[in-house]
């Protein structure tokens, strides 16, 4: 491993996406154990946010600006996929 | 000097993170799952991109390269579409789960239940 990828990889970014990681794993088994499907619900939005800061981090470890645009249209989009739900909860697709 | 502050800005945004996503384990219903959880990586996920801006305006003055200005440009517009759509889409949540049949467990008053019937606050 050369010296400039050992310096991208460990650097403070990326420390910080490992706990945002672990936090990701947290919410996962709530997902899963989840007793009814709103709890499964508030589970994914807050799965989402996490993932937009993980997106934003490591664009920031691995000096690549694409991954922050990524994150910008992967929180739009997820707003849409929760509406959708949160619709569908409460009237059916119609 | 700003390294120091770049470190207390990651500190602060796992921390919140992690407990977000504790308090998802921690609290007994819907409602207040959501306030927890969305609230706290909210509030987490802001300071992760006050860092990200921190380091890529440190950067731009080291290097004078363009793509930092860039990468500080789209985490604030990744944060404003953030701010927007979290707290809107939490609240979708919370009114899809109290019409669909999931009362708050533990409420003694509930306004929203005695809005949708008619009455009197």
Same mark, same amino acid.
């Given at each position: 491993?050369?010296?400039?990828?050992?310096?991208?990889? =460990?650097?403070? =970014?990326?420390?910080?996406?490992?706990?945002?990681?672990?936090?990701?794993?947290?919410?996962?088994?709530?997902?899963?154990?989840?007793?009814?499907?709103?709890?499964?619900?508030?589970?994914?939005?807050?799965?989402?946010?996490?993932?937009?800061?993980?997106?934003?981090?490591?664009?920031?470890?691995?000096?690549?600006?694409?991954?922050?645009?990524?994150?910008?249209?992967?929180?739009?989009?997820?707003?849409?996929?929760?509406?959708?739900?949160?619709?569908?909860?409460?009237?059916?697709?119609? | 000097?700003?390294?120091?502050?770049?470190?207390?800005?990651?500190?602060?945004?796992?921390?919140?993170?992690?407990?977000?996503?504790?308090?998802?384990?921690?609290?007994?219903?819907?409602?207040?799952?959501?306030?927890?959880?969305?609230?706290?990586?909210?509030?987490?996920?802001?300071?992760?991109?006050?860092?990200?801006?921190?380091?890529?305006?440190?950067?731009?003055?080291?290097?004078?390269?363009?793509?930092?200005?860039?990468?500080?440009?789209?985490?604030?517009?990744?944060?404003?579409?953030?701010?927007?759509?979290?707290?809107?889409?939490?609240?979708?949540?919370?009114?899809?789960?109290?019409?669909?049949?999931?009362?708050?467990?533990?409420?003694?008053?509930?306004?929203?239940?005695?809005?949708?019937?008619?009455?009197?606050?």
């Amino acid at each position: 491993m050369g010296e400039e990828v050992r310096e991208m990889i =460990f650097s403070e =970014f990326f420390y910080g996406m490992i706990g945002v990681a672990l936090a990701g794993f947290v919410t996962l088994a709530r997902v899963m154990l989840g007793p009814s499907v709103p709890d499964r619900v508030v589970g994914v939005d807050t799965l989402n946010t996490l993932i937009v800061a993980g997106m934003i981090l490591l664009g920031a470890a691995y000096d690549r600006v694409i991954y922050i645009d990524i994150a910008i249209v992967y929180a739009l989009l997820s707003y849409i996929g929760t509406l959708i739900i949160a619709k569908y909860l409460q009237e059916g697709l119609e | 000097m700003i390294e120091i502050i770049i470190y207390a800005f990651l500190a602060v945004s796992v921390t919140f993170n992690i407990l977000g996503s504790l308090s998802l384990h921690r609290f007994s219903d819907v409602y207040t799952r959501l306030h927890g959880a969305t609230k706290c990586t909210t509030f987490g996920t802001i300071f992760v991109v006050f860092a990200v801006v921190l380091h890529s305006i440190w950067q731009l003055r080291e290097t004078n390269n363009p793509k930092y200005l860039q990468m500080a440009l789209h985490s604030i517009v990744a944060l404003i579409a953030l701010m927007l759509t979290n707290p809107t889409g939490a609240h979708a949540i919370a009114k899809a789960a109290h019409l669909s049949g999931y009362k708050p467990a533990k409420a003694v008053i509930d306004a929203y239940e005695r809005k949708i019937r008619g009455e009197a606050q």
